[in-house]
């Protein structure tokens, strides 16, 4: 059996290539309901104000491009792409049926960071507290629900053998434009 750190190391790149795989996704208007599975009218996710990329250079250099604003062009990160760079942090902004969730993913860690959820009504009797928190939890529950059902759908991709000859193409592709 691995040991945590060498299994950590080994197997790091994954949640980087979950979210190139995912920016693709969003760039190429795939339907990400389909994918999910979840119960709803309307499911978009679409990149947020903020993208980081990682290109390794050899001889432990690594370049790294922070892309950052409301209307950012994407298309430095696209050149980081075709020189072998992966994403390393997106932005994220998820909207189910007439909600809005605003968050950050880091690939390496698949840490969810900056989760703003929908707004609530707010608490107006003490009775009314659980139901908040309640509610509160399963606004939070959803996104990693979305988030770990794209998760498993990318790690089948990945392993399949037609990610050598479809997806990865694809995507090349897609970066190249």
Do not use: H
């Amino acid at each position: 059996m691995l040991d945590i750190a060498v299994s950590y190391d080994k197997y790091k790149f994954l949640g980087n290539e979950f979210l190139t795989w995912l920016w693709y996704l969003i760039e190429t208007d795939v339907n990400i309901k389909d994918m999910t599975q979840i119960e709803c009218n309307t499911l978009v996710l679409e990149t947020g104000n903020c993208i980081g990329l990682e290109n390794s250079l050899g001889d432990d250099a690594v370049e790294k491009i922070s892309i950052r604003g409301d209307d950012a062009g994407l298309e430095e990160g696209r050149t980081a792409l075709k020189k072998g760079g992966v994403v390393t942090d997106i932005n994220l902004v998820l909207r189910m049926d007439e909600n809005e969730w605003r968050f950050s993913i880091k690939g390496e860690s698949m840490n969810i960071t900056s989760l703003k959820v929908p707004s609530t009504e707010k608490i107006e009797e003490k009775d009314e507290i659980e139901g908040a928190v309640l509610e509160r939890i399963y606004l939070i529950n959803t996104v990693f629900e979305v988030i770990d059902t794209l998760f498993k759908t990318f790690i089948k991709k990945r392993i399949s053998d037609e990610w050598k000859t479809v997806d990865l193409p694809a995507i090349r592709t897609w970066a190249s434009l």
